[in-house]
Structure formats: C-alpha cells, structure tokens
C-alpha cells in the first residue's frame, strides 16, 4: 500500500513513526492495528482519522467511504423494507466512476467485498469463501508488526 494512502488518514508523525517499506494494512477485525510496516512499526486504528467500520464493535460503523454505507444504514434498511440495495447502488457507481475507495477507504481498495460481507450477516445468509491471503493478518509470511500475529 503506498505512503499517500496511510498519509489520508493519519497524522505526519504517525507516518514517519513506519518508517521505509511499503506499509500493509491489517484486516483482521479482532486487531487493533490498523496499519504496519515491514520493520515492526504500528499504526493502531484509534490514530486513524476515520473508523474502520469491520474493525469496530461499536457504532458507526462505516463500510462505504465514498457512499456512506454503514452497518448502522444496512441494518435500517433491512429492517424497514427487507431489502438492502446498497451493493447493487454501488456497483451501479463504480462503473459510473462516482468511486473514489483509493482515496477515501483506509484499505485502499474498493469496498464492496466488505459490504457484500454486511449485507449477508445483516441477511444471516452464509458467508462468502474467504479468499486465499496475500497479506493478511496472522497468515502472510510477514508478521512483525501486526500485534494480534506477530
């Protein structure tokens, strides 16, 4: 993940504190950091200024950066029309080119795996297969800094 996306959403000295190396994002939910270089640095999602909404067990909880979904939104409209249209109205968005996830998601990348997540356990319908791990939490083969595997 490159320097200018961490650079959004934390303070200049928490981005000097990673140092060189490419920073990696954690996306283990149990773990409390958000962000971590290669040399053991840590950036814990509390420094961050947004909230990343599958790491919070509190609201809000923000799924959609860019559109303003939420856990919180998902679930009204859920249970006002039984329904929940964000991931279609997203996926209408993105290729309208409306989405800015590079910019406005602490990930860095688009939302609407995340969001498909919410909509199916908001829907208590089977989660999706998890794909393999290129840089996950507690699985790669870099785990220095993450506090919950390293």
Known sequence: MPHATVAR??????????GS??????PHPACAVAYYAPLGAAILKEQLSVRVGFKETEGPRPICHCFGHSMESLAEEWTTKGSISAVIDVMAKVRAGECH???LNPQG??????????VLSLQELPPMPEPEPQDACGSC????GCASCG
């Open 9 to 18: 959403f934390v303070s200049a000295e928490a981005l000097a504190a990673l």
């Open 21 to 26: 190396g490419e920073p990696r994002f954690c």
């Open 101 to 103: 996830c590079e910019e």
């Open 109 to 118: 990348i688009c939302c609407l795996t995340e969001l498909r997540r919410a």
């Open 141 to 144: 083969s870099d785990t220095s």
